[in-house]
């Protein structure tokens, strides 16, 4: 009897291990399902952002591609019927008025001035519309005229090769040092342009000195210091809250005594609002009497920057700009604001950090990231 019931005990206990033997396997392989379904999620979501990001450059480019085509003239039936029939034909207004809108959406994208935009494409669409033009290349002729128009805008003024300019007056007189004076709002890159033009000198065979009459901004003194001796140019210096122009008057009279042939003096950064620094660069100019006044604007300032080009220029008449920050997502539109606003030219784009990066203005550059 007993062992009929410890058989049986033996076979019961014999069976739950089994039960839960089975139990466990099946927990483990549930287990196993479960990581196997995570790997696989985590597979497919990485295909998944990578099909994404894939998606989003096609996307991008095809944007690119869609803005390229969209500044494209309309053509509407009946100038289409003409261009079979005729061999010239008159643009019309419908024919372009499209084109001319996302020319102006384009235009103010790449920084120009929304008045300056419009009063733009007003005159174009009074140059074009009553235009004869030859039937076979209609749209390919109007896109030139486009072209045309803004190029005679961006090519209205002249230009200042500021090497050239230096040979030059050292030439006529060797006496004196070039004097060129640097002006713009804070932050725009003033000091790292003139270390940009010290060594586009240097590297022409002239020599300059560096003044820092910028003894208001802190670390000012320092940062150009740090240009004089990358560069191995002469520096004068004076103390913070010092008279900017005398320091200016210092370093003329440094270079003139060791026969330098330019000087290239900082000056504060300054808001063309602020009445009181722009009387101290009054006086910088009538002290130094400089040969070129360049104004150091930001090429991504926007509608501001037209502003304040016309400002300093009342005040002390610019002779020539340099656009900074190029290689910021800027697209040079500002120059069209500025030529088609004031007679002074832009000469130079800053598109780096390094020395070499500052290059002369091209109409063409601001051509081709406009259209």
């Known amino acids: 009897m007993f062992d009929s019931l410890k058989k049986k005990f033996s076979d019961f206990v014999n069976s739950f291990k089994k ?8 927990e483990i392989k549930e287990e196993e399902k479960v990581e196997k379904s995570e790997e696989l999620k985590e597979e497919e979501e990485a295909k998944r952002q990578e099909e ?8 991008q ?11 494209k003239p309309n053509i509407s039936t009946a100038t289409k019927i003409k261009r079979v029939l005729l061999k010239k034909v ?3 207004d419908e024919d372009i008025s499209d084109m001319l809108e996302d020319l102006k959406i384009s235009l103010i994208e790449s920084d120009v001035n929304y008045e300056v935009a419009e009063k733009f494409t007003d005159n174009l669409k009074r140059l074009l519309v009553g235009r004869e033009v030859d039937s076979k290349n209609v749209e390919e002729e109007i896109n030139n005229l486009v072209k045309e128009a803004l190029l005679q805008t961006l090519s209205k003024s002249g230009s200042i090769d500021i090497v050239e300019f230096v040979k030059k007056k050292r030439k006529e007189n060797k006496e004196e040092p070039v004097k060129i004076l640097f002006l713009g709002p804070n932050g725009a890159g003033k000091t790292t342009t003139i270390a940009k033009v010290a060594k586009m000198l240097i590297d022409s065979g002239l020599t300059c000195t560096l003044s820092a009459s910028d003894t208001f901004r802190a670390a000012a003194i320092e940062q150009l210091a740090m240009h004089a001796e990358r560069l ?3 520096i004068i210096k004076g103390n913070y809250g010092s008279d900017p122009a005398s320091v200016a008057f210092d370093a003329i009279a440094y270079s003139k005594a060791h026969g330098i042939d330019a000087v290239l003096i900082d000056t504060a950064g300054r808001q063309e609002t602020n009445k009181s620094l722009i009387e101290e660069m009054k006086k910088i100019v009538r002290v130094a009497k400089p040969d070129l006044k360049i104004f150091v604007g930001e090429g991504i300032a926007g ?6 080009v016309k400002e300093f220029d009342e005040a002390i008449k610019i002779d020539g700009i340099i656009l900074t920050k190029l290689d910021c997502d800027a697209k040079g539109g500002n120059t069209l604001s500025i030529l088609s606003e004031t007679s002074i030219p832009v000469i130079y784009f800053g598109t780096g ?3 070499d990066k500052l290059i002369k203005y091209e ?9």
């Open 52 to 59: 994404v990001k894939e998606s989003r450059e096609e996307k």
């Open 19 to 26: 039960k839960e033997e089975k139990i466990e396997e099946e």
């Open 353 to 355: 950090e390094a020395y």
């Open 90 to 92: 008159k643009i019309k």
């Open 363 to 371: 109409p063409k550059i601001v051509i081709e990231n406009i259209i």
């Open 232 to 234: 191995k140019v002469p």
């Open 61 to 71: 480019e095809a944007k690119k591609e869609e803005k390229k085509e969209s500044i």
């Open 303 to 308: 509608n501001a920057l037209l502003n304040q």
